[in-house]
């Protein structure tokens, strides 16, 4: 570890870290059995719906799937099918891809990597050492209540590094919960979507691939 970092990466944790589509469909087939529907027939609909870069039914594919059965399950049901499911991905029973480029981005030292993420962290930290990772991180805060909570958090990272908002980089894949309140902030921003929606962001982009010039040039710049 440097001792003369002057710059600092905030992230999101999922869909910006790793991907897995695996996850939504186990998430969305919990959903359909539960209000009785067929679950093939549904994960089918739900999948075709998250896919779709046209649509607009929520930042990313948990919350799609929330949205739309929202009208018909209570947030308990929803609750349960997200734990079994996160319970699922921590064993290795369902696939998560951890992205090359992030774990690329991680290994660089050269400015701290900050880990927010509104993931409990009973869900969380399992997966993150899975990964291997937790030891790229010089701090992680779990259930951190964004985009609430987003400023005093980074107002607090701000105070312990003594590193100004201009030398602060926030990836994520959540416009509400990870960028605006970045933007707010003076941050500079990343957001990775596959979605047609409008953006501030300093940098849009479909995969965190397409960004690491970017981002190559914030740490050595």
């Known amino acids: 570890m ?3 970092r002057n710059k600092l990466i905030i992230w999101d944790f999922d869909g910006t ?6 996850s939504y469909e186990e998430y969305a087939r919990c959903i359909g059995r539960a209000m009785g529907e067929d679950e093939n027939e549904f994960v089918s609909h739900i999948m075709a719906i998250i896919e779709d870069s046209s649509r607009n039914q929520g930042e990313d594919g948990w919350a799609i799937i929330a949205n739309i059965a929202r009208d018909r399950v209570g947030n308990d049901l ?18 998560v891809n951890l992205s090359d480029s992030a774990l690329n981005i991680l290994k660089d030292q050269r400015v ?11 869900y969380a930290m399992p997966m993150i050492r899975n990964f291997r990772i937790d030891s790229y991180f010089d ?30 980089m926030s990836i994520g894949d959540n416009y509400t919960n990870d960028i605006i309140p970045s933007l707010e ?3 500079i921003t990343v957001y990775i979507q596959n979605y047609s ?7 849009t982009v479909k995969k965190l691939e397409d960004a690491l010039h970017f981002i190559k040039n914030f740490i050595e710049g």
């Open 139 to 168: 701090r992680i805060y779990c259930s951190a209540s964004k985009p609430g909570g987003f400023c005093e958090k980074v107002r607090s990272i701000m105070e312990i590094y003594s590193i100004p908002p201009e030398n602060i």
């Open 197 to 203: 929606r409008d953006s501030k962001a300093n940098i």
């Open 112 to 122: 701290y990597h900050i880990l927010l993420t509104n993931t409990p962290e009973k």
């Open 2 to 4: 440097t001792n003369n």
């Open 78 to 95: 929803l609750n349960q099918c997200f734990a079994r499911t996160r319970e699922l991905m921590n064993q290795g029973i369902i696939p």
């Open 185 to 187: 902030m003076g941050l």
């Open 17 to 22: 870290i790793y991907h897995s589509p695996a």
